[in-house]
C-alpha cells in the first residue's frame, strides 16, 4: 500500500521570511525612494481587527516589519525634543507623535506575531532612511541649543517623509486591509506632521 506524502505548509505560514519576504521589502523601499495639509495635530491611530495569516502579501509583511524600528528608533529622538528644544510648537508636536507612536506600536506587533513574523529586530544596526540608528542619536544627544533643533528637525523630517512614502507604497501594492488601515493612518500623520516642521 503507497504512502501518501505528508501535506504541503499553507503557502502563507512564516516560510516567506526568504524570497517573498525580501521580495515585498525591496518593493516598499524601491517605491519609496521617488516618493501641505492643513496644519493639525495627527488623529489617534484606528483600532485594527485582528487578521488571519493568509491575509498578508509579501509587501504586508515587509511593511509591518520595516515599521517597528522605524517607530520604536524615533522614540528615544522624541523624548530629546521634548527636554531640549526651546521651541514650542515644535516640543508640542514631539508630544503629540509620542501619543500616536504609544498606540500605534501594539498594533504593529500583534500584526507582526499574527503573521508569524520574528521576534528580533531583523533591521538592528542598518543604516536606511528614516531610522534613526545609534550614530545619530549620540549625536543629537550631545547637541545644544539651536544646532540641537536643527538636527533633530532634519531627523524628523527624513523620518516623517520616509514613512509617508513607505505607506503610500504599503497603500499601493498591499493586499492586506488591516495593514492597508494602518497604512492610511501613518501616510496621513506622518505627511500633516511633517507639513508642521519649522522650516
Known amino acids: 500500500m ?14 516567506r521570511t526568504g524570497v517573498p519576504l525580501l521580495a515585498g521589502l525591496l518593493t516598499v523601499l524601491a517605491l519609496a525612494a521617488g516618493c501641505g495639509a492643513e496644519p493639525k495635530p495627527p488623529p489617534t491611530p484606528p483600532q485594527v481587527a485582528a487578521a488571519a495569516p493568509s491575509e498578508f502579501g509579501g509587501t504586508d509583511l515587509a511593511w509591518v516589519e520595516i515599521m517597528i524600528p522605524l517607530d520604536e528608533q ?22 503629540e507623535l509620542h501619543g500616536v507612536y504609544d498606540q500605534e506600536l501594539p498594533r504593529l506587533r500583534t500584526l507582526s506575531d499574527q503573521a508569524g ?4 529586530n531583523p533591521h538592528k544596526g542598518h543604516k536606511m532612511p528614516g531610522l534613526v540608528d545609534a550614530d545619530r542619536l549620540a549625536t543629537l ?9 536643527r538636527q ?24 492586506s486591509p488591516t495593514v492597508k488601515t494602518i497604512a492610511q493612518s501613518v501616510a496621513q500623520t506622518r505627511g500633516d506632521a511633517s507639513a508642521r516642521l519649522p522650516k
Open 117 to 120: 513574523l520574528p521576534k528580533d
Open 2 to 15: 503507497r504512502r501518501r506524502p505528508p501535506p504541503r505548509p499553507p503557502a502563507n505560514t512564516r516560510t
Open 152 to 175: 533633530a528637525v532634519a531627523t524628523l523630517r527624513e523620518h516623517l517623509d520616509q514613512l509617508k512614502n513607505l505607506a503610500t507604497s504599503e497603500l499601493a501594492n498591499g493586499i
Open 74 to 95: 524615533l522614540l528615544p529622538v522624541l523624548d530629546l525634543v521634548r527636554t531640549k528644544a526651546a521651541d514650542q510648537q515644535l516640543v508640542a508636536l514631539a508630544g
Open 141 to 149: 544627544r550631545a547637541g545644544t541649543g539651536p544646532e540641537f533643533e
